[in-house]
Every structure is written in structure tokens, then in C-alpha cells.
């Protein structure tokens, strides 16, 4: 959830903190209710069986949410300084000489992929050029592989490593709802085929309660479960069903599907475990033994100011940059209270928020 | 790696070059096999071409789609991913690999002409990092 390069605890991070553990303790408050109150009549009426598989399923579903939550979605570390500027010497010497006072061109590289062109932005923040399905996420300050949006209510990004994780955990999850309201319905009919609907409401309060939480609780889940499946089985990001990348005129030509559906999900729920590339790099700064004679300013990272991401207006640059602080260093603390939040471009603040909207 | 750069203390670092990924295939991980210009007079194209093709070919072979990365999938669903507390997933295991194999070039390849490859896990898979150095009790340059 906090990763090395976004370590500070602003208020945006501790609003989605509170979304997170709502979310938990919601999943935990319902099944608990179910447990003590259903599952006693149903074992004893019905099966015993029914508090078991509900128990499993509830494990199932809170050890998704956690390894969602707890796992790296794919984090893309920064550049070190020597790479960024061998990146900036490559764009300077492709660029040509600017005139003064003229714009540089946009750095953008192009790349064919199955016969369709696509184009690799530079990211300002990380300094590199994002591969392809990889976005910037503004909320936790990093670039992350195929990206795919930013989830308040599990707190983390949701991306390469940790798609199938949030993929189970609705899926999961809209099991669990199902079956608790269906068995609260079950459980209503069978008490009052004994005693009468206004007698079993008297007995059991908190029933109307329950089966309506369950029921508003059901459409969002397996509405959102049901728009992952239909995005896993053409192979697309929620953030390229947003910027509509490969529907309308561009429908059809997404490169990186398989055009079979299976092997789409078999991709995407059964691919291999992408290892994480971010824990190496706390290795890596006891390696660098080898006195440099590199004229390249080791300053260059710590001291460079946060440069809006090139989907910012232009008009809106100078004053974000006048704006901007000091890019975080790996290990540098930053006091929470008086920080500005991480420099977001329009673009992905709309994204996430539009993700956000859209997808709960 | 570095240790044997270490007992010799006239060495430096003259410079660094980076070999970009190689996104026409998609978005596996594939570096690029352009013979950079700042090589030339250190080594081989056809050995450096060999050394990235190679690691191109171990990094397929980690990514690849087929049975038995499906099976290791549904098995590791099954059992709510878990079973990977106490087995090594197929990717960690040809990481393993690729660690033994750019170790092994280093020595055998890349050291005694003065360069040094880099992981390319070190550097969030995006780029293989070749370090150049410079021996100055040889002279400047070479």
C-alpha cells in the first residue's frame, strides 16, 4: 500500500485508509451477523454444512482483499540519475536544436505492436518512458505496470501483479453476498412457514436491515465483477476502457488481445507471477562501492523540481512548477501536514476519479 | 560482481550505456539487440548480440503462456496462494537462472574487457545497464 517512493501519510492517504477499513470492517460486520444469528436455525434446520462453506468463502474473501491490498500492483521504480540522463541525451540528440523560446516537441516514443502503433509517453516524475499499458497513478506517486486503476476501498493500485488478486475478491466476494442474502431469505421464509412473516420479524430484528444492505451491496459487487469479466475477456485495462483506446473507430485492433476469450483470461487469471521489482532496490545502495569519476551531479535527482506530466496544458505548466517541491529521494521523510499532494496531471486525477465512479 | 573491480583501485567508471526494452512483440519482457555505438572498440557485436538474445530467450521462457504456468495458476488460486509460501513460482526460478547466466558472462565475457553487465532486475526490468571502465594506470582512453 505505501511503497519506498511515496512514503509520507498526506490526508488524501489517510481518507483512503478509512475507505479501506470500512470496506473490511463492512465485509466482517455482515458475515459476523450472519454467522451468529442465521447460521445457528439454518445448521440446525437445514444443513450443516451452510456456516462451513460460508466460513471458507469469508476466508477466501478477506485474503484476497488483504493480498490485494499488501501486494506491489507493479510498481515501475524511478530512474536513477545516470539513467535519466542517458534517456534525456537520446531525446535531446532526437529533438534537434530547439530555437529559444519555442516549445520542445512532446516526448513521445513510437512503437509498432501486432500492427498497431502505439505511443510510449515520458513520465516527468519517474523520468522514463512508460512501456506500454503502464500509467502514472497520482494518488500513490508511481508509474505501475498495466495499470489499471487506482481502488480506494482496497487502498492500493490495482495492476499487473495484483489484477487477478482484485479480480478473486470481487468475484469472491459477490459469491459471499449472494449466498448470505439467499440464505437470509431462506431463513425468513423457513421461521415464518412456522410462525408467521410479522412474528419472525419480531424474533429476528435486523433482518429488514440485513437483506436490504445485502441487496444494495449485491448490485454494486456483481455489477463491478461483471464489468471486470467482460474487460478480462477482450484483455483491456479499466483505464483503456476509460480513454476508450481500443472501442469506437479503434474497436477490434487492441494488440494485446489473443481474439479468443479463453486465452484472454487464461492470460490475465493463470499468466505467470510477475516478480516485484521494488525490493531489490533497497539492496542496491550498499553495492555502489565503486568511486565515480561520472561528471553526472549525483544532486540531480534529490534537487530537481516535480515537472508536471506532459498531459498537462501547457498554460498550466509555469505555474506548477512554481508551485512544485523538491523530488523525494528514495529514503527522505517528508512531514505529512503542511505537504501538497503529489503533482497530478488533469488527466490522471480525472482518470482515477472517473475509475472511481465508474467502477463503484 | 563488483569485487572485481575492487583490488584493482585505478579503475573508474568512464561511462554507462542502456539497453532499452524492446516493446514490438508486446509488452514481454525483451531488451533490444542494437549494438551500441559506445561498444565498438570492446567488444563483439555477434558476442553482444548473443549475450541480449539469450537473455531474451530466458525471459520468454519465464513469461511464457502454456500448461504448465495455467497449471501452477490454478493450482495457487485453489489453495488462495498460499502453496507459494513454500514453492519458488516458475519466474523466480528462470530469474534465478538469468542471475547464474549474466554472473557467468561477466566473468568470462564482459570483465576481462573492462565492462560489467548489469541485472536487469536491478533496474525494474526496463533496461540492461553496461558499466565501461576505464584502467588509468594504462593510460587515458583505450
Not at chain 1, 561528471?295 to 523540481?305: D, G, H, L, S
Request: hydrophobic share 35%.
Amino acid at each position: 500500500m505505501f511503497f519506498p517512493q511515496s512514503c509520507m501519510m498526506s490526508s488524501l492517504q489517510m481518507r483512503i485508509c478509512r475507505k479501506e477499513s470500512s470496506c473490511c470492517v463492512h465485509i466482517i460486520l455482515k458475515t459476523l451477523f450472519f454467522f451468529l444469528c442465521r447460521c445457528p436455525y439454518l445448521a440446525v434446520h437445514l444443513c450443516p454444512a451452510i456456516p462451513v462453506f460460508a466460513v471458507l468463502l469469508f476466508l477466501f474473501v478477506m485474503a484476497m482483499l488483504l493480498r490485494t491490498s499488501f501486494s506491489d500492483p507493479g510498481v515501475l521504480p524511478r530512474a536513477l540519475p545516470e539513467e535519466a540522463t542517458f534517456i534525456e541525451m537520446e531525446i535531446e540528440a532526437a529533438n534537434g536544436n530547439v530555437p529559444a523560446g519555442q516549445r520542445p516537441p512532446p516526448r513521445i516514443r513510437n512503437v509498432q505492436i501486432n500492427n498497431q502503433i502505439v505511443k510510449l509517453k515520458y513520465c516527468y516524475t519517474c523520468k522514463i518512458f512508460r512501456p506500454p499499458r503502464a500509467s502514472h497513478c497520482s494518488i500513490c506517486d508511481n508509474c505501475v505496470d498495466r495499470f489499471d486503476h487506482h481502488c480506494p476501498w482496497v487502498g492500493n493500485c490495482v495492476g499487473k501483479r495484483n489484477y487477478r488478486y482484485f479480480y478473486l475478491f470481487t468475484l469472491s466476494l459477490s459469491l459471499l453476498t449472494i449466498y448470505i442474502f439467499t440464505f437470509d431469505i431462506v431463513h425468513v421464509v423457513m421461521r415464518s412457514m412456522n410462525g408467521g412473516f410479522l412474528n419472525t420479524l419480531k424474533e429476528t430484528p435486523g433482518t429488514v436491515l440485513e437483506v436490504l444492505v445485502c441487496f444494495f451491496t449485491l448490485w454494486s459487487v456483481v455489477g463491478l465483477t461483471g464489468f471486470h469479466t467482460y474487460l478480462i475477456s477482450l484483455n483491456q485495462t479499466t483505464n483503456e476502457d476509460i480513454k476508450g483506446s481500443w472501442s469506437g473507430k479503434n474497436r477490434g485492433q487492441n494488440p494485446y488481445s489473443h481474439k479468443n476469450i479463453i486465452k484472454n483470461c487464461c492470460e490475465v487469471l493463470c499468466g505467470p507471477t510477475y516478480p516485484s521489482v521494488l525490493d531489490r532496490r533497497g539492496l542496491l545502495q550498499e553495492d555502489t562501492l565503486i568511486s565515480s569519476s561520472n561528471p553526472v551531479p549525483q544532486t540531480t535527482k534529490t534537487t530537481a523540481p516535480l515537472i508536471p506530466n506532459e498531459h498537462t496544458p501547457d498554460d498550466a505548466k509555469p505555474s506548477i512548477a512554481a508551485s512544485a517541491e523538491k523530488s523525494p529521494s528514495p529514503k527522505e521523510e517528508h512531514p505529512a501536514a503542511t505537504k501538497v499532494p503529489p503533482l497530478a496531471s488533469p488527466e490522471t486525477d480525472a482518470e482515477t476519479s472517473i475509475a472511481k465512479e465508474r467502477a463503484h | 560482481m563488483l569485487g572485481l573491480y575492487r583490488i584493482r583501485p585505478n579503475i573508474t567508471v568512464s561511462s554507462k550505456v542502456f539497453i532499452q526494452r524492446d516493446y514490438s512483440s508486446g509488452t514481454i519482457c525483451k531488451f533490444q539487440t542494437k549494438f551500441p555505438s559506445e561498444l565498438e572498440s570492446r567488444i563483439d557485436k555477434q558476442q553482444f548480440e548473443e549475450t541480449i538474445q539469450t537473455l531474451n530467450n530466458l525471459y520468454a521462457e519465464a513469461e511464457k503462456l502454456g500448461g504448465k504456468s495455467y497449471l501452477e495458476g490454478c493450482l495457487a488460486c485453489l489453495t488462495a496462494y498460499t502453496i507459494f509460501l513454500c514453492m519458488e513460482t516458475h519466474y523466480e526460478k528462470v530469474l534465478k537462472k538469468i542471475a547464474r547466466y549474466i554472473k557467468d558472462q561477466n566473468e568470462k565475457i564482459y570483465a576481462p574487457r573492462g565492462l560489467l553487465l548489469t541485472d536487469p532486475i536491478e533496474r525494474g526490468l526496463r533496461v540492461v545497464e553496461i558499466t565501461i571502465f576505464e584502467d588509468r594506470s594504462i593510460g587515458s582512453g583505450r
